[in-house]
């Protein structure tokens, strides 16, 4: 391809994902389908065309970085730390822990027994598949009334948080029980006071910050700390966390009296400005990434019956264990609330990642696709559930007449 075609290519994919996510929004599609069978139709056309595209495998994984990163600050974007709201969500928070700690106990022995794996790599593959997609499950939750849509927040938001911190920390360990542990707060204490200083200081930027140029300039610093922390070896995912919660949360840095009198007043059109242009890069990311796995994917790896077996075992833990938890954490809305566990960009991310560390046979990513297509199908039950009018109860049969003592 040359250097306008490639533009061309690049403006489709962008336009496309934008019709892509209107359409599944008003038909109630999730788009994720969408977009993954619109990048499988893009091969046969661009073959017809005689272009293909050439470095993905390069490519891909760049763009999942970036994903990675914008979904977390996402994430983080939609917590409010205020002492009522945290309240509220407390069973949303236990619902996204246990959720995560169920799926993830049940499915790394399984996998540790049927590919003779060490607990450390079948831990590695579990923890894509016991993460929730806030990616997915947040724009779709539309459907339900406002403390629902709050409980998908916070616990897609946390799960995708909690999965993420803990499949860093197993990658970067040496496997045992202490490097974990280790991991898990951020490569040391080194890792956890450079993220805090780092998150403080991008907020405070933000904060003050004015002029018609200081979004792109702060991700870019982002990002760029982001991958300095990776090449140090470090757990800088806890730095885009602190830095999302914080600039949500200002009074997190206004109490401190230093700062007090740090805030510019227009800093809530300027939060306003920042989470819009985020979300739209996220969206950007998200429909280049699906559209381009799609164009990626071996479509032969999702006929394979092994992958389907696979599949359908995740599946059944997923959902089985939530039905159970649900129990205590779902309330009036548990049946709605059953079927918006979807798995998406980050679990494939986190899965793409997770293969180059431990070697598994070629229909294992067939099952994570059909785990992130079912998952996303399954959605549409949950508004179908949600929209069932509830029966009204029978009329109670008139009592039959008394009879006459006389």
């Known amino acids: 391809m040359n250097v306008h075609v490639s533009i061309l290519f690049a403006s489709a994919i962008l336009l496309a994902a934008f019709a892509i996510e209107r ?90 027994l049927y590919f003779a794996f060490g607990y450390f790599k079948a831990a590695v593959i579990a923890v894509p598949f016991a993460l929730i997609s806030s990616a997915v499950a947040i724009p779709n939750s ?33 496997g045992s029980f202490l490097g974990v542990v280790q991991g898990l707060l951020g490569g040391g204490l080194v890792s956890l006071v450079l993220s805090v200083i780092c998150a403080i200081g991008l907020a405070l930027i933000l904060m003050h910050s004015r002029g018609p140029i200081r979004f ?5 610093g982002l990002l760029g700390l982001y991958a300095a922390g990776k090449l140090l070896y470090l757990s800088p995912l806890i730095m885009v ?5 914080t600039i949500n949360n200002p009074l997190l840095i206004t109490r401190v009296p230093l700062f007090e009198h740090w805030m510019s007043d227009h800093y809530d059109t300027t939060l306003n400005e920042f989470k819009a242009i985020a979300f739209e890069l996220t969206f950007a990311v998200r429909g280049f990434f699906f559209i381009l796995l799609g164009y990626w994917t071996d479509i032969g790896t999702l006929a394979m019956p092994k992958a389907w077996f696979g599949a359908l075992v995740v599946l059944f833990i997923i959902y089985l264990s939530r039905a159970a938890l649900l129990r205590s954490f ?18 494939v991310l986190l899965y793409l990642t997770a293969r180059m560390v431990v070697p598994v046979p070629e229909w294992v990513g067939g099952s994570v696709l059909i785990v992130v297509i079912v998952s996303a199908l399954l959605i549409l039950v949950a508004q179908r559930r949600h929209e069932m009018p509830v029966k009204a109860p029978l009329p109670a049969a008139p009592a039959a007449p008394a009879e006459d003592p006389r």
């Open 330 to 347: 779902g309330g009036p809305l548990a049946p709605s609330l059953l079927w918006l566990a979807p798995r998406g960009l980050i679990t």
């Open 23 to 112: 359409a599944g929004r008003r038909f109630r599609i999730p788009p994720v389908i969408l977009l993954i069978a619109a990048g499988m139709l893009t091969k046969p056309l661009l073959h017809v065309a005689g272009w293909t595209l050439a470095g993905l495998d390069m490519v891909v994984p760049i763009i999942g970085t970036i994903g990675l990163v914008l979904i977390v600050l996402e994430g983080s974007l939609d917590i409010s730390l205020s002492r009522e709201r945290l309240y509220s969500a407390r069973a949303a928070m236990w619902m996204a822990l246990l959720g995560f700690l169920v799926c993830f106990a049940v499915l790394m022995p399984l996998i540790e």
């Open 142 to 174: 539309q459907f339900l009334p406002a403390h629902g849509r709050e409980f998908v927040v916070y616990e897609s938001a946390l799960s995708d948080i909690i999965g993420v911190i803990v499949f860093f920390a197993l990658v970067h360990s040496d």
């Open 241 to 245: 966390l602190l830095f999302g919660l």
């Open 216 to 220: 792109l300039p702060l991700l870019a």
